[in-house]
T-cell receptor, first 114, second 113 residues
Framework: QKEVEQNSGPLSVPEGAIASLNCTYSDRGSQSFFWYRQYSGKSPELIMSIYSNGDKEDGRFTAQLNKASQYVSLLIRDSQPSDSATYLCAVRGAGGTSYGKLTFGQGTILTVHP | KAGVTQTPRYLIKTRGQQVTLSCSPISGHRSVSWYQQTPGQGLQFLFEYFSETQRNKGNFPGRFSGRQFSNSRSEMNVSTLELGDSALYLC????????????FGEGSRLTVL
């Protein structure tokens, strides 16, 4: 079992729709969870972080965390063509062995078509 | 505020050679992490440096090494290159490496022939 798994893509949604990206992780001790966006040919950039169970909203983005189910999700409302990118779920474990280390999922390619 | 700068951006090497990649973190950031990105394995953690000390290391062979200087700039070295080392090498900086909020450079794309 991979440490961080994301729903297989690619995911295609029409402009204005809600895009739902899912991620599960295996380490119950994980403390911090992140979503990074990577445009084709570019490096990853942080778009959301979440540390506590529940929802966290930032503009059109909502991250959801359920530690009991070891599940993280990202919802993108009113999807725009500019949201087309690969979305990477990343998990940070607990303790000193996690300095600078994130475990990434394989990524979900999202395409928003006009 | 300048971002993370990596050099060189592209390089081609042959098997058996060695390569050194450089990374300048965001001003004030003291932690530098290195990641390897390939289509098959995705993003994989190599190591992390803070105050010139390696604090964390991923599951890569000893051919992969790094260091950090007193100005927080970092270098990574890969010796005895193999075809499988072809990848995008990403450097990420953060204030202290104690969060997952990393700022990535544009990467150094290494091709090994």
């Amino acid at each position: 079992q991979k440490e961080v798994e994301q729903n297989s893509g690619p995911l295609s949604v029409p402009e204005g729709a809600i895009a739902s990206l899912n991620c599960t992780y295996s380490d119950r001790g994980s403390q911090s969870f992140f979503w990074y966006r990577q445009y084709s040919g570019k490096s990853p950039e942080l778009i959301m972080s979440i540390y506590s169970n529940g929802d966290k909203e930032d503009g059109r983005f909502t991250a959801q965390l359920n530690k009991a189910s070891q599940y993280v999700s990202l919802l993108i409302r009113d999807s725009q063509p500019s949201d087309s990118a690969t979305y990477l779920c990343a998990v940070r474990g607990a303790g000193g062995t996690s300095y600078g280390k994130l475990t990434f999922g394989q990524g979900t390619i999202l395409t928003v078509h006009p | 505020k300048a971002g993370v700068t990596q050099t060189p951006r592209y390089l081609i090497k042959t098997r058996g050679q060695q390569v050194t990649l450089s990374c300048s973190p965001i001003s004030g950031h003291r932690s530098v992490s290195w990641y390897q990105q390939t289509p098959g394995q995705g993003l994989q953690f190599l190591f992390e440096y803070f105050s010139e000390t390696q604090r964390n290391k991923g599951n890569f062979p000893g051919r992969f090494s790094g260091r950090q200087f007193s100005n927080s700039r970092s270098e990574m070295n890969v010796s005895t290159l193999e075809l499988g080392d072809s990848a995008l090498y990403l450097c990420a900086s953060s204030l202290d490496g104690d969060t997952g909020e990393l700022f990535f450079g544009e990467g150094s794309r290494l091709t090994v022939l």
